[in-house]
């Protein structure tokens, strides 16, 4: 994916993309339209209150300096206690709904963004790290949340604050209003001039957090790799080198961020102390009374107040302006692999898949299937075979429609996979792969996410066909046993047998399998190989073999090099050929020495 704007483009470009991206990230808050107008109406009520007792105040003191109506005196406190107590209970209600408000349209934004992550194509995950990935869901979501929890609040009682005390102080005195204002085109012009570094700095500093995740994250998932190879210092020489730009980016970002309050603060409080030495003067010459320069002292006093406030807060802001532009780049990105607007759902198949003059490329001009032609019959096991990179998987994925082709047809059951929809078309394709995955829950629930609405006694007896009901319930909970993290509490022929008895639970048409029995050892073999067959039996199937082994008895086999199909038949019939793959069989099991194959060591997608 793209870079973020602000962190590549000129800083126009980049001011003009984050206000755009904070109007579209506050959009999210009128979900709860009826309670924000709500909120607005409270905000305003409870800064006029708050406001109104400055006004109050000027009475009082001169109401003190002159009349000394005692009557009047404490009916003006009066007011003044009503005006807090108002402005107090509109403030808490306003910032209770604020909340609520603030927690939906988070939760929503959240749900959005993995929502929209679920519909998108295969080639988006072969190209965006799982690490980067993983800091746009967390670290940038938690910059907005930070934004939604304080500063919101923040920013609509300040705005409203300071229109009511700018209307307040000119009509106290419009000479004090004057030069109370003169203030604001300085504080704006330190900003801009600030944003203008801080911008394109916190969109490093969310660059390198995430650089600094994907590291992590691989690190932690290659674990073993590390130990193995002794490695643990390049390891956190990486994680260090990761972790000093992230700091020294961070660094930058927060001190450019800081620089605005303090200088805020000193240009504010100048501003009132030449409002009240001009004010002075004024009071000498009679201009304005005591009173009314009490008032506009405490007015300008709640005019700087939310100015501070504001700025304070401005770190906040663009930092979640950065973190919602980098979230917002995931949600407006569109998914390649589409329905057609004309699609519909597969009909129930019996498994006739026919492939014709298939071309295929990841990248457009570099093809990894040329001209591909073959059939499978309903029931039939279909064999893939050949070197690294061959395009053996490339097959299936394009099958069940990961990528779209460049030319050609495929068509199951006279049904083109491009005139269906993509989640029929895969409801009939069940899959094993090498490395079995298994989701943290219970081991009833792993089996139940192949089939909605699945039920326990359907779960049991395709847990006993895969010959695993028996390691089950020796498991401490039984069924409800929750796995940990990919299943690790379970031997990896076990989690291969769960993998098994769930596609059995999805019971569909075509099955695709992965070298379901490397790496394990032989009994464990013989039990996933028979949970295999039970899987297979009546489906057609589609094995890919590392291991030539697993498909002598497929009914055929397709030898795949360089994205061709070089050979195809029976295992005997491919045998007495004498070709690619008796070579290929012969270097792996008899041990001789075979002509030169061209191996191709790079992988299927190199994007």
Not at 509 to 520: F, G, Y
Not at 548 to 560: F, G, P, R
Request: with cysteine; hydrophobic share 45%; aromatic share 8%.
């Amino acid at each position: 994916m793209t870079r973020d704007i602000t962190g590549t483009n000129g800083h126009e470009e980049a001011s003009v993309s984050r206000l755009e991206t904070m109007v579209r990230l506050l959009r999210y808050l009128t979900i709860k339209k009826t309670k924000l107008a709500g909120v607005v109406v409270l905000f305003f009520i409870g800064a006029l209150s708050f406001l109104s007792i400055s006004v109050l105040l000027g009475e009082a003191i001169e109401n003190l300096t002159t009349v000394m109506d005692k009557d009047a005196l404490l009916t003006t406190a009066l007011y003044m206690l009503i005006a807090a107590f108002v402005s107090f209970i509109t403030l808490f209600i306003a910032y209770r709904w604020l909340a609520d408000i603030t927690q939906t349209a988070l939760y929503q934004l959240r749900k959005e963004l993995f929502d929209h992550i679920q519909t998108l194509s295969l080639n988006f995950f072969d190209r965006q790290p799982i690490g980067e990935l993983m800091s746009r869901i967390t670290n940038d979501m938690d910059t907005v949340s930070v934004l939604y929890q304080a500063p919101i609040g923040t920013l609509i009682l300040g705005a409203f604050m300071l229109v009511i005390s700018v209307i307040s102080m000119v009509f106290l005195s419009w000479e004090l209003a004057i030069i109370a204002l003169l203030v604001i085109p300085l504080i704006l012009g330190l900003v801009w001039f600030l944003s203008k570094f801080a911008g394109p700095a916190f969109a490093a500093l969310q660059d390198n957090l995430a650089d600094l995740n994907g590291i992590m994250e691989e690190t932690l998932d290659g674990e073993r790799t590390v130990i193995a190879y002794r490695q643990q210092k390049h390891a956190a020489d990486s994680l260090e080198d990761a972790s000093v730009r992230a700091r020294n980016s961070g660094a930058k970002a927060q001190i450019l961020s800081l620089v605005i309050n303090p200088l805020t603060v000193m240009s504010t409080y100048l501003d009132l102390a030449i409002v009240g030495l001009i004010g002075s003067v004024f009071v000498l010459r009679d201009i304005v009374s005591v009173g009314t320069l009490s008032s506009f002292l405490s007015l300008t006093l709640l005019f700087i107040f939310p100015l501070i406030s504001i700025f304070a807060n401005y770190n906040y802001i663009i930092s979640a302006a950065t973190g919602a532009s980098r979230v917002f780049k995931i949600i407006d990105e569109k998914p390649q692999i589409v329905d057609r607007p004309s699609a519909l759902p597969m009909k129930p198949v019996e498994g006739h898949v026919v492939f014709e003059e298939v071309d295929f490329s990841y990248i457009p001009g570099r093809k990894v299937l040329k001209k591909n032609t073959f059939e499978a019959k309903p029931g039939q096991m279909i064999g893939l075979c050949g070197p690294t990179g061959a395009g053996k998987s490339t097959i299936i994925n394009i099958l069940t429609r990961y990528y779209d082709i460049d030319s050609g047809t495929i068509v199951i059951d006279g049904q083109s996979v491009y005139d269906v929809t993509q989640e029929s078309l895969r409801k009939q394709v069940g899959v094993v792969l090498q490395e079995a995955f298994l989701f943290s829950d219970t081991v009833m629930k792993n089996l139940k996410y192949a089939r909605e609405g699945a039920t326990d006694e359907e779960c049991i007896e395709a847990a006993k066909k895969a010959n695993c009901h028996e390691f089950i319930t020796r498991l401490p909970q039984g069924y409800e046993t929750v796995l940990s993290e990919r299943g690790n509490n379970l031997s990896q022929g076990q989690r291969q047998l769960l993998t098994i008895a769930r596609a059995m639970v999805a019971n569909p048409r075509m099955l695709i399998l992965d070298e379901a029995t490397s790496n394990v050892d032989t009994r464990t073999e013989k039990a996933i190989q028979e949970a295999l067959d039970n899987l297979q039996e009546g489906k057609t199937s589609f094995v890919i073999a590392h291991r030539l082994s697993t498909i002598k008895d497929a009914d055929q086999i397709l030898v795949i090099n360089e994205g061709e199909i070089v050979e195809r038949g029976t295992h005997e019939e491919l045998m007495d050929r004498r070709g690619f793959y008796y070579n290929l069989y012969m270097t792996q099991y008899k041990g001789r020495v075979a002509e030169v194959i061209p191996f191709d060591d790079t992988e299927e997608v190199t994007i």
